[in-house]
């Protein structure tokens, strides 16, 4: 006879040792924080979540950063907590700052989106030089012929690229000589042409040097160079005073002049390339041109090439 025993029922569980979160019989769809064990994790009373946290029911050791439901997509100036960089209130980004929301620890330069591209003067901090307002500065030399003027021009282009000068490319009614290209050395015209453009009131400065033959600086040429450079002229002292003229405090005028005229004479006869009478010519000329010194910015006298290079470079520096 088969003996039949009842099965044991295990002995209750003391309550103590049943588990905090089994209590009540509570469980993720009913916890709250009146019946929520000491025990739970202060983030899940409530039914908190990171749906519906906000300031109001969020346990203190709960990020700022997750207060309200805050993320890089809804933070703003009211709603933020103090601990977040200023960079990020209101939302800011590259594609909508401005002065209006923009915190005090933002660079000048990204207050109302500025950048490279679009940076005018309209709304540039004060003290950013012009070429990074969309327009270079003008630096104008002119000098008699022999002064030395285009030796200096070249050097500066040469050695101090940061100046970011770029030659201003004037136009003329001659014939191309050797490997001149058009839009390089010169922009050539025929006789015809330029009359055309001066009756169009195209040019900033021009000259009838002999019966037409023409040599002019186009302002739209000038517009086009300075909107990525500073631009240096070499011009006559006639074109010097127009331009600055034209552009007053935009421009720089610099008068490259000679010890004398004598130094001059030498000068013309130490390059071996003029006859005779036509080194008289330029000297005549220099004569006139030297009562034009006074009407220039500065004056720079080029008894030594170094020392005047230096001179000048010190002198274009500063005013850029």
């Known amino acids: 006879m088969q003996d039949h025993q009842s099965p044991k029922k295990s002995a209750p569980l003391p309550a103590a040792d049943i ?13 709250s924080g009146e019946n929520l064990p000491a025990d739970i994790p202060m983030s899940e009373k409530e039914g908190l979540n990171e749906s519906n946290m906000s300031g109001e029911n969020l346990p203190a050791d709960i990020p700022l950063s997750e207060k309200e439901g805050l993320n890089e997509s ?3 100036g009211e709603n933020l907590p103090a601990d977040f960089p200023l960079s990020e209130k209101e939302g800011l980004n590259e594609s909508n700052v401005s002065e209006d929301n923009l915190p005090a620890d933002i660079p000048l330069s990204e207050k109302e989106g500025l950048n490279e591209s679009n940076m005018s003067g309209e709304n540039l901090p004060a003290g950013t030089p012009l070429l990074r307002r969309g327009r270079g500065r003008l630096i104008i030399i002119s000098a008699p012929s022999g002064s030395g003027k285009s030796t200096i021009i070249n050097w500066l282009m040469e050695h101090h690229p940061e100046l970011r000068l770029a030659f201003s490319i004037s136009c003329t009614s001659r014939a191309p000589r050797g490997t001149e290209q058009n839009g390089v050395e010169y922009f050539f015209l025929s006789p015809e ?3 055309e453009r001066i009756e169009r009131n195209e040019f900033l400065e021009y000259e009838e040097v002999y019966e ?21 002229f070499d011009v006559d002292v006639k074109g010097g005073c127009n331009i600055k003229k034209y552009y007053g405090d935009e421009a720089l005028s610099l008068f490259i002049q000679p010890p004398s005229i004598e130094e001059l004479r030498r000068r013309l006869e130490g390059r ?14 220099a004569a006139f041109e030297l009562s034009f010194a006074p009407q220039f910015d500065r004056v720079v006298i080029n008894d030594d090439l170094q020392t005047a290079e230096e001179e000048t470079f010190a002198i274009i520096s500063q005013f850029l």
């Not at 588990?19 to 916890?31: I, T």
């Not at 037409?212 to 240096?232: D, I, S």
């Open 272 to 285: 071996g390339t003029d006859a005779p009478e036509v080194i008289e010519q330029r000297l005549e000329r």
């Open 212 to 232: 037409g033959r023409f040599y002019g600086t186009l302002k739209e040429q000038v517009e086009r160079q300075r909107a990525t450079h500073n631009v240096v």
């Open 19 to 31: 588990p905090l979160s089994e209590k009540e019989g509570l469980n993720e769809s009913n916890m």
């Open 74 to 76: 809804n933070v703003s």
């Open 193 to 195: 042409e330029f009359r």
